[in-house]
Structures are given as structure tokens and as C-alpha cells.
């Protein structure tokens, strides 16, 4: 029997994970520091993060007793197996036949590298605002994960801005200048050609993007809805935070060269988050049915991870400095167009999505926007930030629920007419 993806095994090999050399070089950093640290772990060592001392101190007579030549040997082959596994995983993934299924709508509106898409439906219209770092159709992923494609199904007429990649006039651009500029233009488009009050969805970074667009045009939005959406930059410790701001020397030179921070630098700033990260994924891949569902679902996120877009270098500074750094979005000094972007004066309904689970936006950071908006509902889903997304499970825990929370609007709006 011919293999359904057949004709599509000589497609060229993936580049990722990005940036290659820097997981490579992780893995052997694990190697190389577990065969170091072994004989001051087997010497009683009580550095291990508290999360862990339990555990070590069950261990600590077994180390103790053990043949420190043998277990050498032992941590040494144990280690080159998961090494080997990585890379494994990482070859079947470089070139794994499957490719994205689903072609986008033709652009409805377009203006410089920033194009408008239709998802179609007949419904109340929401646009739907994304990140500026990653590419816009993770709302789009497959033709069996894609939240916009099941939401026109339900009664709504999704849009989605696609923001593209950086062009001459966009490496010039502030915050300022895509909210108050191009994104409020696009939302003026959707409203004209819908004839409707609009809602608006924002998706991470796209969350405070939409918070700001909803309060410039707050007459004709008719709700705002925050998935996974960061606020309070300092929610917890503020280790990340510090040290993110303390990259800035390095970042700096990228964008003064380049006028944008380069993709692999992104994705640098990424893996600090959990450097093992990757190393695990690709493990976990390896022992995968390479033909199965799951494996595909797999690859189509990776390639989403690694399709990554350059970030404009006023906008880095901004995020990196003016949110990282001074918090000015939870002290409510961040302005666009001349005003402060203050929640509380949000008077319409809200819905936040804070995934439990999220590794990029602390649950603590995205509860303290839900907590400021005056008519914020809160849903928890038990996932992490992508995984709310195209998670297995979440089509009731995330996707019917901003369905119905978005449906409504509209019942509402209706009921309060006749009334």
C-alpha cells in the first residue's frame, strides 16, 4: 500500500530545533556535568533544589556504598543513551514527511507586511490578535487543530491578523505605531466590511496588544477576550525578568546591526526558560510511531516553533526594558497613542484563558490583568501555554468555552435591545 505522505519524503530536510548548535550543546553540557558532579553527589553533597532534597537523601546511602569506578561507567552510558535519543528524535524530525495541510484564506486586507484573514462563518465577527514573535497560524495550525476554522463552525466569523515578517518600514516600528497604527486600522476594516460591533481576542504578547486596541475603540468592541496574556512582568520572584533585562548587552549589538532581534536569538531567550526542554521533547519523539496522529501533531508544532519571525528592534527595546524591566503595564505607565493603557477603564465583558501549566506566562502574571478588569470572567485550564491551544482535550476545556463566551456577546447585546 502507498504511504499516504509518499509523495512528499523528499521534501527538504528541517533546519530545527533552533538554533541547533545551542540544544547540541546543552545535551553535552548534561553529559559532561553529570560525570562531574557524581563524586561530591556520592560524597553527601546538599546543594540539590529543595524540590529534590527528599529524594537526594533517600539516595545519599545507595552513592555512598556504591563502586565509584562502576557507577562512573554506569552515569557515563546512561548519559550517551539519552544523547543518542536526542539525536534520533532530532533526525526523524529533520525529516519527517509531513507538511502543513491547510493553505490560508486569501488576505482580506493588507498593509505593508501585516496581512487580514477571513475565516469565513456567518456570525458575529472577532479578530483575533497574536503575537508579534511567533507566526500567526498557530490559531491555524492543522486541518485537526485549528481553533479558527472550528470556531467559524460555530456560529462566529473568526478574523486573524497575520502580522508577517518585518519589512524596511516595520524595523522602525514601536508598539505605538502597530497598535495605534496598523492594528487599529486592520480592526476598522473588519468593522466596516462586517458591519458589526467586533470582538477581540489576544493570544499571549497579542493579548496586551488587544487590551490596548479595545480601549482606543471601545465603542466598537464588543468584548475582550485574553488568552494566556501577560500583565504583571514581576509576579513571582522577578528572577526572569532580571535576567532577561541583563541581556540586553548582548542583545543589543543584533539590533543595532540588524534593526530586528534575530529569530535564533528569540528562541535563545526561550530555552532559558527550561534548558532541558528540548532534550526531552526529542526523547520522547524518538519512541514515537513515526506514522501515527500524534507524531504528526508533533511535527506541525515544531515546525510552528522554529518558523519563528525576526521582532522589530524599538518593539524588543520596549518589551524588554519598558515590561521586563520598569513592569510599566502593572504600574500603569505603559501608553499608546499618548494614553495609559489602564484595564480598570475597560468597560465592556472579558474573558481571561490562564492556563494553568504556563511555563511562558506565569499564571500570577496573567491572574493580575483578570484581577484589574472590572467584568473579567476566569477560566484555568490544566494546560501550558501552547498546549491551551492545540492540547489534546482542549476543544472543551478552552475552545467551547471562548465559543460560547463569544456567541453570547451577541445573545446579550440582543437581549438588551428588546429590553
Not at 545551542?22 to 560524597?43: E, K, N, R, V, Y
Not at 546511602?61 to 536526542?86: K, Q, T, W
Not at 462566529?156 to 491578523?161: F, I, T
Not at 495605534?180 to 458591519?195: K, N
Request: charged content about 20%.
Amino acid at each position: 500500500m502507498t504511504h499516504p505522505w509518499a509523495d512528499r519524503r523528499q521534501a527538504r530536510p528541517r533546519l530545527g530545533p533552533r538554533p541547533l548548535p545551542l540544544h547540541l550543546g546543552l545535551a553535552m553540557a548534561q553529559l559532561t556535568a553529570s560525570s562531574a558532579a557524581l563524586p561530591i553527589s556520592s560524597a553527601g553533597w546538599s546543594g540539590w533544589k529543595p524540590h529534590l532534597a527528599d529524594r537526594a537523601a533517600a539516595l545519599a546511602p545507595e552513592l555512598a556504598a556504591a563502586n565509584p569506578e562502576a557507577l562512573g561507567r554506569a552515569v557515563a552510558v546512561e548519559g550517551l543513551r539519552r544523547l543518542d535519543r536526542l539525536l534520533t528524535g532530532i533526525e526523524r524530525y529533520r525529516h519527517h514527511p509531513w507538511r502543513r495541510d491547510v493553505a490560508d484564506p486569501p488576505p482580506a486586507w493588507r498593509e505593508g507586511s501585516t496581512v487580514l484573514l477571513d475565516y469565513g462563518g456567518a456570525g458575529p465577527p472577532v479578530l483575533f490578535v497574536p503575537s508579534l514573535i511567533n507566526r500567526a497560524y498557530i490559531l491555524d495550525l492543522t486541518a485537526r487543530h485549528s481553533l479558527l476554522r472550528w470556531l467559524a463552525g460555530q456560529g462566529l466569523n473568526p478574523w486573524l491578523v497575520d502580522w508577517g515578517t518585518p519589512g524596511e518600514a516595520e524595523r522602525r516600528f514601536g508598539l505605538d505605531e502597530y497598535v495605534a497604527g496598523r492594528l487599529t486600522r486592520a480592526f476598522d476594516a473588519v468593522a466596516a466590511q462586517t458591519g458589526q460591533p467586533v470582538a477581540v481576542a489576544g493570544y499571549c504578547m497579542g493579548g496586551l496588544l488587544a487590551l490596548a486596541l479595545a480601549l482606543a475603540r471601545r465603542d466598537a468592541v464588543s468584548g475582550l477576550a485574553l488568552l494566556a496574556t501577560p500583565w504583571d512582568f514581576h509576579a513571582g520572584d522577578g528572577a526572569r525578568a532580571r535576567a532577561l533585562v541583563a541581556s540586553m548587552p548582548l542583545l543589543e549589538p543584533q539590533l543595532a546591526l540588524f534593526g530586528v532581534l534575530p529569530v535564533d536569538w528569540l528562541q535563545t531567550l526561550f530555552a532559558g526558560l527550561d534548558p532541558l526542554g528540548i532534550q526531552r521533547k526529542f526523547e520522547s519523539f524518538a519512541a514515537m510511531d513515526p506514522d501515527s496522529a500524534r507524531a504528526a501533531t508533533f511535527v506541525a508544532l515544531e515546525d510552528w516553533l522554529n518558523d519563528g519571525v525576526p521582532l522589530a528592534a524599538p518593539v524588543a527595546r520596549e518589551c524588554i526594558l519598558g515590561w521586563y524591566g520598569e513592569n510599566r503595564p502593572a504600574r500603569r505607565a505603559w501608553r499608546i497613542g499618548g494614553a495609559i493603557v489602564d484595564p480598570g477603564a475597560w468597560p465592556g465583558p472579558a474573558l481571561a484563558l490562564i492556563p494553568a501549566s504556563d511555563r511562558i506566562v506565569p499564571p500570577g502574571s496573567a491572574i493580575a490583568l483578570a484581577d484589574a478588569l472590572p467584568h473579567c470572567r476566569t477560566i484555568s485550564p490544566g494546560a501550558g501555554h501552547i498546549g491551551m491551544i492545540v492540547g489534546s482535550g482542549m476543544m472543551d476545556a478552552v475552545w467551547r468555552p471562548l465559543a460560547q463566551w463569544l456567541v453570547a456577546l451577541q445573545q446579550n447585546k440582543a437581549g438588551r435591545k428588546r429590553g
